[in-house]
């Protein structure tokens, strides 16, 4: 199985007889042959690029074709780089929508809008709904007054079939975000403190301990007092059986 050949034919793969010669400052040097061509490429150590194949006879350069080749890919990831995608987002509602279904929804435009994508608006007509579209018209033109500071109208209303359709588009420069209900607003930054002041060489210099006041003297204890002589058990035994009986008191009549 053969390779493909690449869409831009390099050297060989030129199989006309004779091409339109540019050299690779942009000069024309005229009708060569392909062989002849070939040479004049080769002696510069370049390569000849067929460039415009639909001409007659075919235009070919003499270049780089790797550098070529190189600069085209860095143009196109640059191209592809800046590119935008732009996102159709899309959002329902009836003509009798309860408040609070409607803050709901508004709060998903808002979101779309913020996020650079378009936002496509339906109010879906059901049975007698059909004979008053005027509401659903209204509806569509409160929902583009409420979110004006994030979009502009692309498509005014436009009633198919059952359903009435709005388009929205983004701005170009958005306005910064507000705090929600339950959020707080940022803070103000509060004035930098001023730097703590460099230590003195007073305060830096360490505390030389200082000398220690004598103590006086402490004063002499006085003698203790000499404790009386315990007498053994024994002897106190003896003393108590020695000591003479009380006689007892006579009793009266």
């Not at 190189?70 to 590119?83: G, N, P, S, V």
Request: proline residues 12%; positive net charge; charged residues 30%.
């Amino acid at each position: 199985m053969r390779p493909a050949e690449p869409r831009t034919r390099v050297n060989e793969t030129i199989r006309v007889p004779q091409v339109r010669l540019i050299d690779d400052d942009g000069s024309q040097i005229g009708v060569k042959a392909r062989d002849e061509a070939l040479e004049y490429a080769w002696a510069k150590n370049l390569d000849l690029v067929e460039v415009a194949p639909d001409a007659n006879p075919p235009v070919c350069r003499v270049m780089d074709y790797g550098k070529y080749r190189y600069d085209q890919e860095q143009k196109q990831k640059l191209a592809r780089k800046h590119q935008s995608t732009i996102t159709i987002k899309e959002i329902k509602l009836r003509p009798k929508i309860d408040p609070h279904d409607y803050a709901t929804k508004k709060g998903h435009v808002v979101r779309f809008l913020r996020q650079r994508d378009k936002v496509k608006v339906t109010i879906m007509f059901r049975g007698r709904e059909m004979s008053h579209p005027e509401r659903g018209r209204a509806l569509l033109e409160r929902l583009a007054e409420d979110v004006s500071e994030l979009g502009v109208i692309e498509s005014s209303p436009i009633q198919d079939g059952r359903n009435m359709v709005m388009l929205l588009a983004p701005v170009r420069e958005l306005p910064p975000a507000k705090p929600g209900a339950n959020e707080a607003p940022p803070a103000e930054s509060a004035p930098s403190e001023p730097a703590a002041e460099a230590p003195t060489a007073e305060a830096a210099a360490p505390e030389t301990p200082k000398p220690e006041a004598a103590k006086p003297a402490a004063k002499p204890k006085a003698p203790a007092k000499p404790q009386a002589a315990k007498k053994p058990k024994a002897a106190v035994a003896e003393a108590a059986a020695a000591a003479p009986e009380p006689e007892p008191e006579p009793t009266s009549t």
